[in-house]
């Protein structure tokens, strides 16, 4: 990855994007987009931009932009934030972290509090971590101080940015799904060199992580023929992570692609002929319903789209700390413009 995609990717990693709250990260992934085609955005804060935009069959490709925090709900007399939680929390691996609420008039640093050990009673202990166990800490003396800085309302996530670790493996909070919204804009990067016969949509999505519904209306919108997502998958290379329950799927080991009840047999079989062509590495999983990605919104929207699935492999999903491959991202980018590159007019999506 050069350092100028390096730069975007980390920067959009970074910015803070809860569901709902997704404008100042839409507006980076414009940024980058914007060099060559127009993005445009809704008043969900979906962003898209078309390459070709006559061409047929329309491809929608789809990366969502939010990732999961805390949204504040009530400050206490004492100065304590309490919240709720955006998207789904692993509420056990959250004491200790430091924080950011994120105001109207910028950032506020906390941490997220919770009675110390020692205090503990034996059996609780025994017990998980529930939202009702924690708050937010801004070291006010008191609610008039607290309200100041912080408002109900306000979104919070977890204080921790991108890091390289070693083989072309990098950490961060909000992999899931940065990277693929990443991979989106990387594939029309690719595209717009290229001379294709297809009009594709890119479209960095809003508000996966509750319901998937940014996606239903950008494709209620687009109508495209043919709605990929890129999303993430879990990696099974790890520690008490068992293959066959989940498949095998390795970092570093190229993108996934999806087979199942979601996915349109031609989309797949085309996407895995581009692979072997192009000399891609790829892997495979399974879905028996529903994937739980944009994909399960774009393929019931109007009359049907051919769907289908490309995942990233991700350690350690939905926590501050999720592991993806480089290599990975850059794989499914050019799996991607290999399989757009590849489509007429002609192709018929009808299993």
């Known amino acids: 990855m050069d350092s100028k995609n390096m730069a975007f990717l980390k920067k959009l990693v970074e910015t803070p994007s809860p569901s709902g709250y997704e404008a100042a990260a839409s507006k980076v992934w414009a940024e980058f987009v914007g060099e060559f085609a127009s993005p445009e955005r809704d008043v969900h804060g979906n962003c898209w931009a078309v390459l070709n935009p006559k061409g047929k069959p329309v491809v929608m490709l789809a990366g969502h932009i939010d990732e999961i925090g805390l949204i ?46 020692h205090l503990i009673k034996p059996d609780d202990r025994k017990r998980g971590v529930e939202e009702r166990d924690l708050w937010i800490d801004i070291g006010a003396q008191n609610k008039k101080e607290a309200e100041k800085l912080v408002s109900v309302g306000d979104p919070v996530t977890i204080a ?20 693929g ?3 989106v804009a990387r594939t029309m990067q690719l595209l717009a060199k290229k001379k294709i ?11 996966e992580e509750i319901g998937l519904r940014g996606a239903r209306t950008s494709a209620f919108r687009i109508d495209p023929d043919v709605g990929i997502a890129i999303d993430v998958t879990h990696a099974s ?16 080991g ?13 989309v797949y079989r085309r996407l895995v002929q581009a692979a072997k062509k192009s000399k ?5 999983e399974a879905s028996g319903g529903g994937t739980g990605t944009d994909a399960n919104a774009m393929q019931i ?46 192709v018929s999506f009808i299993p």
């Open 197 to 207: 016969q297809a009009a594709v949509y890119g479209v960095a999505t809003v508000q």
């Open 72 to 117: 504040v709900t009530y400050i206490d007399g004492n100065g304590f934030i309490h919240f709720s939680a955006i998207g789904g929390i692993d509420w056990n691996i959250m004491p200790g972290s430091r924080v950011y609420v994120h105001t109207e008039n910028g950032d506020v640093l906390g941490v997220l509090g919770r009675k110390p050990i």
């Open 181 to 183: 919204a990443y991979v």
């Open 301 to 346: 929207s109007r009359a049907g789209v051919a769907t289908a699935l490309v995942s990233i492999p991700n350690r350690y999903m939905h926590t501050p700390v999720e592991l993806v491959s480089l290599d990975d991202l850059e794989g499914a980018a050019k799996l991607l413009a290999a399989f757009i590159e590849d489509l007429t007019s002609k």
């Open 237 to 252: 290379d790890q520690p008490t992570v068992d293959p066959k329950q989940i498949g095998d799927v390795k970092l570093g």
């Open 160 to 179: 921790v940015g991108m890091e390289e670790l070693r083989n072309n493996i990098v950490v961060s909070r909000a992999c899931d799904d940065k990277t």
């Open 280 to 284: 891609l590495s790829y892997q495979l």
């Open 254 to 266: 190229g993108p996934v692609i999806c087979r199942g009840p979601n996915i349109n047999p031609v």
